[in-house]
């Protein structure tokens, strides 16, 4: 009798066990299904606050100047500038980069990026493989240019290239011989495909100023100044003697990237587009491309 009532009660604690893990699980469960709802309408509310920043945006990017203007109506334009300094708007960060200030891939100017390599600290020998890759990369022909790399190289590989062509995106840079000279970072924040219109050393960022402009004191007196909201081309002359010419403006180019970010302690939402600008046309005044949301 005894021993019946002893097996009895474990059986029963036995139960009851189970059943209390089992309350936990679904308690625990229930939590975590809750927090995965929470973090999915956190997302939401960030993109739909993302999506309003970039519709305020492309509309002052097609009716205002661009330039910084302290005394305008517009929120924006008080605020904005074109090298990549965030700002907010609402509850949005926003970069924006005029890629006229960074350097581009399709054009291959020899001497611009021996002068941005060097200032980088990369091997000499290391980046003239690169340039000769790049120029390999691009041009129509198969001819190997000296420390170059054409179709043989990539075979050999196991890769397929070069492309005959020009560069459709950064990211095909990654496929080029050599192309770890820089952290693949460093070639979105440097370097453009776009079909840029001049360059523009006022949007540039601090390494491509230095390339440019080869004397430290200087830049740091320009980057200051831009700081300061103080920079235009008229300053940028007195401080260095470079003028505008048919290559060089200190106009905002058609062609910018985009970086809009929102975030709270728990989570963080980004869109990177570029967007080219054409305002006078009808149909398409703005073309939104390389659109990465993370």
């Given at each position: 009798m005894f021993l019946q009532r002893g097996i009895a009660l474990i059986q029963v604690l036995i139960i009851a066990m189970i059943l209390s893990i089992l309350g936990i699980y679904i308690l625990q469960s229930s939590k975590d299904q809750v927090a995965i709802t929470n973090a999915i309408k956190t997302a939401l509310d960030q993109r739909i606050q993302i999506e309003n920043a970039e519709s305020k945006i492309l509309h002052t990017l097609l009716s205002e100047f661009r330039i910084k203007n302290l005394q305008s109506e517009n929120e924006i334009v008080r605020q904005w500038n074109f090298h990549n300094k965030p700002f907010k708007l609402d509850n949005v960060s926003v970069q924006i980069?005029?890629?006229?200030?960074?350097?581009?891939?399709?054009?291959v100017n020899t001497s611009t990026l021996d002068d941005f390599f060097a200032q980088y600290g990369v091997d000499k020998n290391l980046s003239e493989q690169f340039i000769a890759s790049l120029t390999d990369w691009i041009d129509k022909d198969d001819n190997i240019k000296y420390n170059g790399a054409e179709r043989a190289y990539?075979?050999?590989?196991?890769?397929?290239?070069?492309?005959?062509?020009?560069?459709?995106?950064?990211?095909e840079v990654f496929y080029i011989k050599n192309h770890d000279i820089l952290p693949e970072e460093d070639w979105y924040k440097y370097f453009t495909?776009?079909?840029?219109?001049?360059?523009?050393p006022a949007h540039s960022p601090e390494k491509i100023l230095k390339s440019f402009i080869k004397d430290d004191t200087k830049v740091a007196k320009l980057i200051e100044l831009r700081n300061n909201k103080q920079l235009n081309g008229r300053v940028f002359y007195n401080e260095t003697g470079i003028d505008s010419d048919e290559f060089l403006s200190f106009l905002t180019g058609d062609n910018l990237r985009i970086t809009l970010?929102?975030?709270?302690?728990?989570?963080?939402?980004?869109?990177?587009?570029?967007?080219?600008?054409?305002?006078?046309?009808?149909?398409?005044?703005?073309?939104?491309?390389?659109?990465?949301w993370n």
């Open positions: 980069q005029d890629l006229n200030g960074l350097i581009s891939l399709n054009e990539y075979e050999k590989m196991g890769l397929t290239g070069p492309r005959n062509g020009l560069l459709q995106s950064v990211e495909v776009a079909n840029v219109n001049g360059f523009n970010t929102a975030k709270n302690q728990q989570q963080k939402t980004t869109k990177t587009f570029t967007v080219k600008l054409r305002a006078r046309s009808l149909t398409r005044p703005v073309v939104i491309t390389n659109v990465v």
